[in-house]
Every structure is written in C-alpha cells, then in structure tokens.
C-alpha cells in the first residue's frame, strides 16, 4: 500500500510562487514515474509535470514551462512542484501521482499512474 499525501497548496496573488510536496508513504521499488496533474473546473484534468524517479529529463506541458518545476528527494520520498510567476489560469486543484515499477524508456501514458494523492487546492488572483 502506498499513500500520498500533497501539501503546499494555497492562496497567492499573481506573479507569486508556491512549493507544492507530495510525501509517499510506502514501498516503491525504485524506478517510476511521478508526475503532477491539476485539474480546473470545468475542465479535464492535466499533466503539467513529469519525471523518473532515477534521474533524466524533466518533461512540461507549455503552459507551466519555464515556470514550473518538478524535483524529487528519494530519500524523503518526497516530490515538489516549485511553481514561479503563477497566473490566474494557473488555480486548479494539483494532484501528484506515481507509476509501479517502470523502466525510463517507457514513459507512462495519463492512464498508467497507478498511485494518486487526494489533491490541493490552488488559486491564484489578479
């Protein structure tokens, strides 16, 4: 069993910057895939941010790159999500999610995350 726990999320004006982090509880053998999702109302959910576990590229949707970025502390087991510059289109409520075991030459399609945690919530004013 494998719980993760997002915290981070709140309010800010734009053009501030928050640090979203998503503590894993649990065994994952090393090797996967965390990524952060958000989801707007009214809209379907998103990738935003993607990265292995084990190193390698950094991989962004457009509308966060340059802003956004994804880093994971293994031995805390723990994912971030520093987000700069945040734009009112940025509010959405942000999940982090992580995939079972995988090799890094077959990156997950949205459907293969496995692991999911239960959101936080970000809105960002003009």
């Known amino acids: 069993q494998v719980d993760l726990v997002e915290s981070g999320g709140g309010s800010v004006q734009a053009g501030g910057s928050l640090r979203l982090s998503c503590a894993a509880s649990?065994?994952?053998?090393?090797?996967?895939?965390v990524a952060w999702f958000r989801q707007a109302p009214g809209k379907e959910r998103e990738v935003i941010a993607v990265v292995y576990s084990l190193g390698g590229n950094r991989n962004y949707a457009d509308s966060v790159k340059g802003r956004f970025t994804i880093s994971i502390d293994n031995a805390k087991s723990t994912w971030y999500l520093q987000m700069n510059s945040l734009k009112p289109e940025d509010t959405a409520m942000y999940f982090c999610?992580?995939?079972?075991?995988?090799?890094?030459?077959?990156?997950?399609?949205?459907?293969?995350?496995?692991?999911w945690g239960q959101g936080t919530q970000v809105t960002v004013s003009s």
């Open positions: 999610a992580a995939t079972k075991y995988r090799e890094s030459w077959n990156p997950p399609r949205d459907r293969d995350y496995f692991y």
């Open positions: 649990g065994y994952i053998a090393n090797g996967y895939y």
